[in-house]
T-cell receptor, first 115, second 111 residues
Framework: EAGVTQSPTHLIKTRGQQATLRCSPI?????VYWYQQALGLGLQFLLW???????NRGNFPPRFSGRQFPNYSSELNVNALELEDSALYLC??????????????FGQGTRLTVV | TQLLEQSPQFLSIQEGENLTVYCNSS?????LQWYRQEPGEGPVLLVT?????EVKKLKRLTFQFGDARKDSSLHITAAQPGDTGLYLC???????????FGQGTTLQVKP
């Protein structure tokens, strides 16, 4: 069974540009989560999508947005990129819907570098 | 604000030694997960503990959830170089879809 897949694996953008990151969940999983892992800051929750709807978002500015498609894959968009957005962006999926026992399975991440 | 504090942050030991990593919070969690992450890769789920006092074993790794569901520990017996990595605990408070991650423990096991 295929795990969570993310693309691209690496992305280099210039400050002010937009970045689009993609994620395909494990087959049968309806929930997709996005996390940012910046150096020295640990994993920070960005967004949760379930059944095509945004269910929760973390403490990030509105220029971080995304969506979930009917096939449960997801996209994370970051507009007006800033140098501080350089990080590993991790996508995870689970079969639970915020029931308190989330077992999140992560992809390998997209390394975003803003120059 | 819910926080999870992991200790120690860094651990360097010799092959064959035992070690314990702690994950503490003042908040109650519905469940707690332990992950292992290698450089440039995503975290890999090791275990989920749900019941207070629960103990789970995964080969040489033993995980325990505190009775009050506010803390957890990971004990590794006879560590091997292949155990090297970043160990992360993550708490689920329920209904938010959000996992609260500790800052991680970097483990280096020298041959």
């Amino acid at each position: 069974e295929a795990g969570v897949t993310q693309s691209p694996t690496h992305l280099i953008k210039t400050r002010g540009q937009q970045a689009t990151l993609r994620c395909s969940p494990i087959s049968g999983h309806t929930s997709v989560y996005w996390y940012q892992q910046a150096l020295g800051l640990g994993l920070q929750f960005l967004l949760w999508y379930d059944e095509g709807e945004e269910r929760n978002r973390g403490n990030f500015p509105p220029r971080f947005s995304g969506r979930q498609f009917p096939n449960y894959s997801s996209e994370l968009n970051v507009n007006a990129l800033e140098l501080e957005d350089s990080a590993l962006y991790l996508c995870a999926s689970s079969s639970s819907q915020g029931e308190g026992n989330t077992e999140a399975f992560f992809g390998q991440g997209t390394r975003l570098t803003v120059v | 604000t819910q926080l999870l504090e992991q200790s120690p942050q860094f651990l360097s030991i010799q092959e064959g030694e035992n070690l314990t990593v702690y994950c503490n919070s003042s908040s109650v969690f519905s469940s707690l997960q332990w992950y292992r992450q290698e450089p440039g890769e995503g975290p890999v789920l090791l275990v989920t503990v749900v019941t207070g006092g629960e103990v789970k074993k995964l080969k040489r790794l033993t995980f325990q959830f505190g009775d009050a569901r506010k803390d957890s520990s990971l004990h590794i017996t006879a560590a091997q170089p292949g155990d090297t990595g970043l160990y992360l605990c993550a708490g689920d408070s329920g209904n938010t879809g959000k996992l609260i991650f500790g800052q991680g423990t970097t483990l280096q096991v020298k041959p």
